[in-house]
T-cell receptor, first 115, second 112 residues
Framework: EPEVTQTPSHQVTQMGQEVILRCVPI?????FYWYRQILGQKVEFLVS????????KSEIFDDQFSVERPDGSNFTLKIRSTKLEDSAMYFC?????????????FGPGTRLTVL | GENVEQHPSTLSVQEGDSAVIKCTYS??????FPWYKQELGKRPQLIID?????GEKKDQRIAVTLNKTAKHFSLHITETQPEDSAVYFC???????????FGTGTLLAVQP
């Protein structure tokens, strides 16, 4: 069964550095998402992406964050000038279609630790 | 604003008993309600979902019910097994969006 994949599984960085988290969505999916989960807390929506542009974003997704689909398979989340509070598990997800029929499949996550 | 409340935060049952987890959503425009199971350190995995035109859905030992009037939906697991132990998240998706709003999670422990 096809799965969403993410790299790296764990990223450690110094405060103020930039990180890029990578995702390969399921190949026939058209909608892509990033969520984050601070340790012990609920999963929070960051952004959704369709047709090479952001379709929705949350209040968390400020100018520090950006997303890109640099080629036909990868979907990336860039965090500029990381802060301690950015430490979390970041999940990529994808869905074939949108709306109420859009089962979202999650990747295994990247654990980001900002020191 | 959009919010999903989930109860209880922890639930311990004996193997073979039933478990019920309840969620309440605030946005009446929500029309899709998935449930995810997350084992420690792993990705959330969809176990069942329900859409707003249906009141109940069942898949073997798990079932979900939806009360649109009260804006409640619940997960029911029967004949629980130790491998059901995990954190369960409910979520709601608003009509015409792709943003899942998650509940705070329920840690289910099934004691053998």
């Amino acid at each position: 069964e096809p799965e969403v994949t993410q790299t790296p599984s764990h990223q450690v960085t110094q405060m103020g550095q930039e990180v890029i988290l990578r995702c390969v969505p399921i190949s026939n999916h058209l909608y892509f998402y990033w969520y984050r989960q601070i340790l012990g807390q609920k999963v929070e929506f960051l952004v959704s992406f369709y047709n090479n542009e952001i379709s929705e974003k949350s209040e968390i997704f400020d100018d520090q964050f950006s997303v890109e689909r640099p080629d036909g398979s990868n979907f990336t989340l860039k965090i500029r000038s990381t802060k301690l509070e950015d430490s979390a598990m970041y999940f990529c997800a994808s869905s074939e279609i949108s709306g109420a029929k859009n089962e979202q499949f999650f990747g295994p996550g990247t654990r980001l630790t900002v020191l | 604003g959009e919010n999903v409340e989930q109860h209880p935060s922890t639930l311990s049952v004996q193997e073979g008993d039933s478990a019920v987890i309840k969620c309440t959503y605030s946005d009446s425009a929500s029309n899709y309600f998935p449930w995810y199971k997350q084992e420690l350190g792993k990705r959330p995995q969809l176990i069942i979902d329900i859409r707003s035109n249906v009141g109940e859905k069942k898949d073997q030992r798990i079932a979900v019910t939806l009360n649109k009037t009260a804006k409640h939906f619940s997960l029911h697991i029967t004949e629980t097994q130790p491998e059901d132990s995990a954190v369960y998240f409910c979520a709601a998706l608003k009509w015409a969006t792709n943003k899942l709003i998650f509940g705070t999670g329920t840690l289910l422990a099934v004691q053998p």
